[in-house]
């Protein structure tokens, strides 16, 4: 490392050479795909589309914690694939480019529609310009950390997560692997933390407008705030040095993918707070180091399918165009129309391929060309540079 041209801090023996994990790549699609049905079960915005109150309740009791689950799994795995992945004297300027082209275009292309299609009439600017340069997640105010494309909201975690990765790399590396078990309970143990000073620290007053049963000031600290879902971040960062010293736990897919459905019906049931996140990430870590675990060891998955790989490639642009493409289509073409059940499970199935197909487009369009022209210094492009796989897209 020299004064000009500083470097991501980086173990040699454990940098680029690692086995790719194509069957994380896989395993994206679900995460997002719990968030589409999650926002799907809305009826304020008019996205539920179930006339049948049986339906419409039901549908939404099932979701009711998919976001959640979905969007923590892509913060504990964005801490697991940079560091997995981290290559060994990396620069910091060539770190952050890459990474804030990776979700900067998509974000803007997807910021713009919603703003000509629905947002423009109906946001402030200090909503929409912290929103475009994602930090509105920084802010209170509801019409500011919820504002024109809403999943966005992720982008500004994820992009402090960027920004203090170089810094924390290091450290998580220099912990002993006898204590790196420690450490990860640590970080959920930080988790429950930041839950209990919401619960009784935070005003307990206005009310969130989606009818969470807490309050704006709780939804905010406890879930949108940037800060708070570093614990998740750097507890994706500790899972992959237990993975890389096979001190994972050897625990299969399927029973970590019950955990899982376990984790989310315990979810269901506790205080809102302690829902979010906190009774799903112990079982999704336990599901990214078993799937990690089988693509290290060679084992066969579906996840590493043509079908899932595919999928997995466009789930960050599926997990934009979301809420935009449900939204449009609710409000100015269907007039909030709502159906009977099997017609209703047609519009959500078509809601799906629409969306797949956006995110495809930003994918082709907007995704690749970008990292293709500048994710990398001009003197190096010729030179086989390969950005690892998998991405961690939404992350």
Not at 152 to 166: D, K
């Amino acid at each position: 490392m020299t004064s000009s041209s500083p470097t991501v801090a980086v173990d040699r023996a454990s940098g680029s050479h690692r086995t790719k994990l194509p069957s994380l790549t896989g395993l994206r699609f679900i995460a997002a795909a719990l968030v589409f049905f999650f926002h799907a079960t809305f009826s304020d915005p008019p996205m539920n589309p179930f006339a049948d109150e049986s339906w419409e309740e039901g549908f939404r009791w099932l979701f009711s914690k998919a976001g959640w689950m979905g969007v923590s799994f892509f913060f504990v795995l964005s801490g697991f694939v940079l560091t997995w992945s981290a290559r060994p004297g990396d620069t910091l300027t060539g770190f952050w480019r890459r990474r804030v082209l990776k979700i900067f275009p998509n974000h803007v292309v997807m910021w713009a529609l919603a703003m000509v299609l629905f947002a423009g009439a109906m946001t402030p600017v200090s909503a929409w310009l912290p929103n475009l340069f994602m930090i509105h997640s920084w802010f209170p105010q509801h019409d500011t950390f919820i504002s024109v494309n809403p999943p966005s909201w992720s982008l500004c975690s994820e992009l402090l997560f960027y920004l203090l990765f170089p810094f924390l790399l290091r450290p998580v590396q220099r912990i002993k692997e006898g204590a790196l078990w420690f450490w990860a309970a640590a970080m959920v143990a930080g988790m429950l933390a930041v839950q209990l000073v919401t619960d009784f620290l935070m005003p307990q007053d206005p009310p969130t407008p989606e009818g969470f049963g807490i309050s704006l000031w709780e939804f905010w600290f406890g879930y949108n705030f940037p800060p708070v879902r570093m614990f998740e971040f750097v507890l994706g960062m500790i899972l992959a040095r237990l993975v890389a010293a096979g001190a994972a736990p050897r625990i299969g897919i399927i029973p970590a993918s019950l955990l899982c459905v376990v984790g989310y019906a315990a979810a269901m049931v506790v205080p809102f707070l302690y829902g979010l996140n906190l009774m799903t990430v112990v079982p999704i870590a336990l599901l990214i180091c078993a799937v990690a675990r089988a693509d290290v060891e060679g084992a066969p998955t579906v996840l590493r399918g043509r079908t899932m790989q595919w999928l997995g490639e466009v789930s960050f642009g599926f997990y934009l165009a979301q809420y935009v493409v449900m939204y449009s289509v609710r409000t100015k073409l269907m007039d909030e129309q709502l159906f009977s059940p099997v017609p209703g499970l047609l519009v959500l199935l078509g809601f799906f391929f629409a969306t797949l197909l956006v995110g495809w487009l930003l994918l082709v369009c907007v995704e690749r060309p970008v990292m293709r022209r500048w994710a990398r210094p001009a003197a190096r492009t010729a030179s086989r540079d390969e950005e690892p796989s998998p991405e961690p897209a939404l992350r």
